[in-house]
């Protein structure tokens, strides 16, 4: 059971470059997200989706970009890397039945690093 | 104001103590909160779920109280092993959006 798969574990950009951080879950969940994790700010959402074809923005969406063409996949794309976007990335899956939403599966992460 | 609200901590407390965590929301028409653990340079990881008033699963209880917007965890005899971030998380109406506090960090000492 593979869960939920993030790659890469770690990635250095220079600032202006563009990069996709990959997502993917074999649990056939429809709910993805992707978060940030920065120190004393939690996690935030920064993109969701509720079903393949189906995105949202989050709370800091601006600068990434998502797409859902399959349940399995969910890519975060980096537009324009700026130091601001040093963070931890949390890809999550989780999914629903007649009693409710269950909570998230979480990726280990990538540390992305802007220089 | 944040969504959801953490007490950040640290909280110190001697193996066998009794510890209890707030955590309130300011979205009334949520529908579902969570607890996650989260160990350091690690994924969060499931700890309970709650949807109605409350849940229990061993050592730890969470309780709900909608009327005063907070979720509470309880973890009873504390152990070494329990020392993480503790991160609850309200889910919105339409079950789409999940938002977490920012975590209170737990020490359980020897």
């Known amino acids: 059971n593979a869960g939920v798969t993030q790659t890469p574990k770690f990635q250095v950009l220079k600032t202006g470059q563009s990069m996709t951080l990959q997502c993917a879950q074999d649990?056939?969940?429809?709910?993805m997200s992707w978060y940030r994790q920065d120190p004393g700010m939690g996690l935030r959402l920064i993109h969701y989706?509720?079903?393949?074809?189906?995105?949202d923005q989050g709370e800091v969406p601006n600068g990434y970009n998502v797409s859902r063409s399959t349940t399995e996949d969910f890519p975060l794309r980096l537009l324009s890397a700026a130091p601001s976007q040093t963070s931890v990335y949390f890809c999550?899956?989780?999914?629903?039945?007649?009693?409710?939403?269950?909570?998230?599966?979480f990726g280990s992460g990538t540390r992305l690093t802007v220089v | 104001r944040k969504e959801v609200e953490q007490d950040p901590g640290p909280f110190n407390v001697p193996e066998g103590a009794t510890v209890a965590f707030n955590c309130t929301y300011s979205?009334?028409?949520?529908?579902?909160f969570f607890w996650y653990r989260q160990d350091c340079r690690k994924e969060p990881k499931l700890l309970m779920s709650?949807?109605?008033s409350g849940n229990e699963d061993g050592r730890f209880t969470a309780q709900l109280n909608r009327a005063s917007q907070y979720i509470s965890l309880l973890i009873r005899d504390s152990k070494l092993s329990d020392s993480a971030t503790y991160l609850c998380?309200?889910?919105?109406?339409?079950?789409?959006?999940?938002?977490f506090g920012a975590g209170t960090r737990l020490f359980v000492k020897a």
């Open positions: 998380a309200s889910l919105g109406t339409g079950g789409f959006k999940t938002i």
């Open positions: 999550a899956s989780s999914y629903t039945t007649g009693t409710g939403t269950y909570g998230y599966t």
């Open positions: 649990m056939n969940h429809e709910y």
């Open positions: 709650v949807y109605s």
């Open positions: 989706s509720v079903g393949a074809g189906i995105t």
């Open positions: 979205n009334s028409a949520s529908q579902s």
